[in-house]
């Protein structure tokens, strides 16, 4: 019996001691771990779930708890679809000069392309696809979500690519990198801290869209999904204000807590990537950073990883040189490239073909109609890309070159940017009324609200990646104000300022379905011009002027861009890049 008595004490003091070597940090590990299972788990069984022909939105605000989630998962998958669109679009198009030819100008088309030029005929393929269960409504929504945050991602990812440091590429030539090394320990790394900015950013420009991807309606047929966005626009339709207020805090709360728990510590953690380690260097913290490198646990399955790693080297070592060059990913040959390239080829030649069919029936009147309102949505497109620079730069410039701005406004700018701006309309437009301002120029500022902070975004990476030996030498010869501005600083940030200048154009055309054709008290608002020409086609289903107003916003952007926007990146690659 002692003995018995004597084993269990033993094993009750080993297990003490283990409980003892894991800190409050494991267990909070292992809890969020646990929740993100279970919650993965949940979702899973409710998009498998029995479709449901209609949903009705709770406006009690206990029900913003679970349609927060609902919208945060949504968002999350969307980027993770983004960020692997990214790296593999964004390298194709860098390395691939044949293939660039026509990925450019289709990201381009793809940037323009509003959210109701892809939802229709996506939202009814899905429907179509999965008619028993929730996952094709699930997955249009968070494909509509995707298209608000890859076009940024990529520009980003390709524009960093192609100016990767004359070094750089001299080391992997030395040290003779293949294709997967150079991208693994040179290019990413270089595009890192600016991949990282527009990551936020294109998070943001996801939740523009949230209220029309998750209450989606056409014609007669309600494809509503519970969300906030869902939820938001029930709220608006019925006109209740206190609803409308729940939905405002509960999407600032997410995105709050969404900054602190991921974005804040991916930015500590991408300043090691930095290009240069001499001179002054940003002083940023993450508190849930910290807690993520105290844990035992994390530590321990990073070891593992490495010892797995370091195996996979050693056993590679062994092989000839032709072996080790299979481990390089398939997507990387210049002939899986080609019959990718061809096979792109096919598919924009069949949807070229049922385009053409699709818009054989619109009178050259609406085609006159249709080109008149691409000039005034260019028109509000121009002034308000104008007016976001006007404040944007001084102020990313402030914040990138600032570590104490940087820690004090990250929160505060990603909250702004991220916030659905759609959601604030109403109150926009009840104050545009009491001041008499008409919609015509009114969508000016609902647009400004969704393209300012693509700017903003760009500029401050651009900022925190000026080389602080420059920064040294513009204090040590006294170069101050304006003059540091103009001969240091825009040069500096120029490369990053036109990435900028793309996407927000493209969001602001993007925009202009919702901010040229609004909803208020009950009436429809519309301005002239081509986002409005394709909400109402959409409302009323009108599939062939909906294409046709898709096609000329396209024509419109992809022309645009090949002639100033192009011309702004060669002489941002030829002037002002500080890596040649």
Same mark, same amino acid.
């Given at each position: 019996?002692?003995?018995?008595?004597?084993?269990?004490?033993?094993?009750?003091?080993?297990?003490?001691?283990?409980?003892?070597?894991?800190?409050?940090?494991?267990?909070?590990?292992?809890?969020?771990?646990? &929740?993100?299972?279970?919650?993965?788990?949940?979702?899973?069984?409710?998009?498998?779930?029995?479709?449901?022909?209609?949903?009705?939105?709770? #406006?009690?605000?206990?029900?913003?708890?679970?349609? *927060?989630?609902?919208?945060?998962?949504?968002?999350?998958?969307?980027?993770?679809?983004?960020?692997?669109?990214?790296?593999?679009? +964004?390298?194709?198009?860098?390395?691939?000069?044949?293939?660039? #030819?026509?990925?450019?100008?289709?990201?381009?088309?793809?940037?323009?392309? !509003?959210?109701?030029?892809?939802?229709? $005929?996506?939202?009814?393929?899905?429907?179509?696809?999965?008619?028993?269960?929730?996952? $094709?409504?699930?997955?249009?929504?968070?494909?509509?979500?995707?298209?608000?945050?890859?076009?940024?991602?990529?520009?980003?990812?390709?524009?960093?690519?192609?100016?990767?440091?004359?070094?750089?590429?001299?080391?992997?030539?030395?040290?003779?990198?293949?294709?997967?090394?150079?991208?693994?320990?040179?290019?990413?790394?270089?595009? *890192?801290? +600016?991949?990282?900015?527009?990551? @936020?950013?294109?998070?943001?420009?996801?939740?523009?869209?949230?209220?029309?991807?998750?209450?989606?309606?056409?014609?007669?047929?309600?494809?509503?999904?519970?969300?906030? $966005?869902?939820?938001?626009?029930?709220?608006?339709?019925?006109?209740? %204000?206190?609803?409308?207020?729940?939905?405002?805090?509960?999407?600032?709360?997410?995105?709050? *807590?969404?900054?602190?728990?991921?974005?804040?510590?991916?930015?500590?953690?991408?300043?090691?990537?930095?290009?240069?380690?001499? &001179?002054?260097?940003?002083?940023?913290?993450?508190?849930?950073?910290?807690?993520?490198?105290?844990?035992?646990?994390?530590?321990?399955?990073?070891?593992?990883?490495?010892?797995?790693?370091?195996?996979?080297?050693?056993?590679? &070592?062994?092989?000839? =040189? =032709?072996?080790?060059?299979?481990?390089? !990913?398939? =997507?990387?040959?210049?002939?899986?490239?080609?019959?990718?390239?061809?096979?792109?080829?096919?598919?924009?030649? %069949?949807?070229?073909?049922? #385009?053409?069919?699709?818009?054989?029936?619109?009178?050259?009147?609406?085609?006159?109609?249709?080109?008149?309102?691409?000039?005034?949505?260019?028109?509000?497109?121009?002034?308000? *890309?104008?007016? +976001?620079?006007?404040?944007?730069?001084?102020?990313?410039?402030?914040?990138?070159?600032?570590?104490? #701005?940087?820690?004090?406004?990250?929160?505060?700018?990603?909250?702004?940017?991220?916030?659905?701006? !759609?959601?604030?309309? !109403?109150?926009?437009?009840?104050?545009?009324? %009491?001041?008499?301002?008409?919609?015509?120029? +009114?969508?000016?500022?609902?647009?400004?609200?969704?393209?300012?902070?693509?700017?903003?975004?760009?500029?401050?990476?651009?900022? @925190?990646?000026?080389?602080?030996?420059?920064?040294?030498?513009?204090?040590?010869?006294?170069?101050?104000?304006?003059?540091?501005?103009?001969?240091?600083?825009?040069?500096?940030?120029?490369?990053?300022?036109?990435?900028?200048?793309?996407?927000?154009?493209? $969001?602001?055309?993007?925009?202009?379905?919702?901010?040229?054709?609004?909803?208020?008290?009950?009436?429809?608002?519309?301005?002239?011009?081509?986002?409005?020409?394709?909400?109402?086609?959409?409302?009323?289903?009108?599939?062939?002027?909906?294409?046709?107003?898709?096609? %000329?916003?396209?024509?419109?952007?992809?022309?645009?861009?090949?002639?100033?926007?192009?011309?702004?990146?060669?002489?941002?690659?030829?002037?002002?890049?500080?890596?040649?």
């Amino acid at each position: 019996m002692n003995g018995f008595l004597k084993k269990i004490w033993g094993n009750a003091t080993a297990f003490l001691e283990r409980t003892r070597k894991i800190g409050w940090a494991d267990f909070l590990v292992i809890i969020a771990l646990g &929740g993100i299972l279970f919650a993965v788990m949940d979702l899973a069984h409710r998009w498998s779930g029995e479709s449901r022909p209609a949903v009705e939105i709770s #406006l009690a605000p206990i029900s913003l708890v679970q349609y *927060t989630f609902f919208s945060l998962f949504r968002g999350l998958f969307a980027y993770c679809i983004s960020l692997l669109f990214t790296l593999a679009y +964004g390298y194709w198009a860098a390395k691939d000069k044949l293939a660039a #030819l026509i990925l450019i100008p289709l990201l381009d088309i793809l940037q323009s392309i !509003p959210v109701l030029g892809f939802m229709p $005929g996506l939202v009814l393929a899905l429907a179509a696809v999965f008619p028993r269960s929730n996952i $094709g409504l699930e997955l249009a929504a968070v494909f509509m979500i995707f298209t608000g945050q890859a076009w940024n991602m990529t520009f980003s990812f390709y524009q960093s690519l192609r100016s990767v440091p004359q070094d750089l590429k001299e080391v992997a030539t030395v040290y003779h990198f293949n294709g997967w090394d150079r991208l693994k320990c040179a290019e990413i790394p270089f595009a *890192t801290v +600016g991949l990282v900015w527009n990551s @936020m950013m294109s998070m943001a420009g996801g939740w523009f869209f949230l209220m029309i991807s998750e209450s989606f309606t056409l014609g007669d047929k309600d494809f509503r999904l519970p969300g906030i $966005g869902s939820y938001m626009s029930a709220a608006v339709s019925k006109g209740n %204000v206190c609803a409308m207020l729940w939905a405002v805090f509960a999407m600032i709360l997410m995105i709050v *807590t969404l900054d602190q728990f991921l974005w804040r510590p991916v930015v500590v953690w991408a300043q090691k990537f930095r290009a240069e380690e001499d &001179g002054y260097q940003e002083a940023m913290s993450s508190r849930v950073l910290h807690l993520l490198q105290r844990s035992r646990i994390l530590r321990k399955i990073k070891k593992i990883f490495k010892r797995r790693a370091s195996s996979q080297i050693k056993a590679a &070592g062994s092989k000839s =040189f =032709f072996s080790r060059r299979i481990h390089i !990913p398939l =997507f990387f040959s210049k002939s899986f490239s080609t019959v990718l390239f061809i096979l792109l080829l096919g598919i924009l030649s %069949v949807g070229a073909l049922k #385009l053409a069919h699709l818009i054989l029936d619109v009178l050259p009147s609406e085609w006159l109609r249709i080109a008149s309102s691409a000039v005034l949505t260019l028109s509000r497109v121009l002034t308000a *890309t104008a007016l +976001g620079t006007l404040w944007a730069v001084p102020a990313g410039l402030a914040i990138g070159l600032s570590p104490r #701005l940087s820690r004090i406004f990250q929160p505060l700018v990603q909250v702004a940017a991220a916030f659905p701006a !759609p959601m604030l309309f !109403p109150v926009l437009i009840a104050l545009l009324s %009491v001041l008499g301002v008409p919609l015509n120029w +009114g969508s000016i500022l609902l647009m400004l609200l969704g393209t300012q902070w693509y700017i903003l975004f760009n500029v401050i990476a651009g900022s @925190m990646a000026i080389p602080a030996d420059l920064k040294e030498a513009a204090r040590s010869y006294k170069i101050q104000g304006w003059e540091r501005f103009i001969r240091i600083y825009l040069p500096a940030i120029f490369p990053y300022l036109v990435t900028g200048w793309v996407t927000a154009a493209g $969001g602001a055309w993007n925009a202009s379905i919702v901010s040229e054709y609004v909803t208020f008290k009950g009436r429809v608002l519309a301005a002239w011009g081509l986002g409005a020409y394709i909400s109402q086609a959409a409302e009323k289903a009108n599939f062939s002027n909906l294409a046709a107003g898709v096609i %000329v916003m396209s024509t419109v952007v992809v022309l645009f861009n090949r002639t100033v926007w192009h011309s702004c990146y060669q002489l941002a690659e030829r002037r002002f890049s500080l890596n040649k």
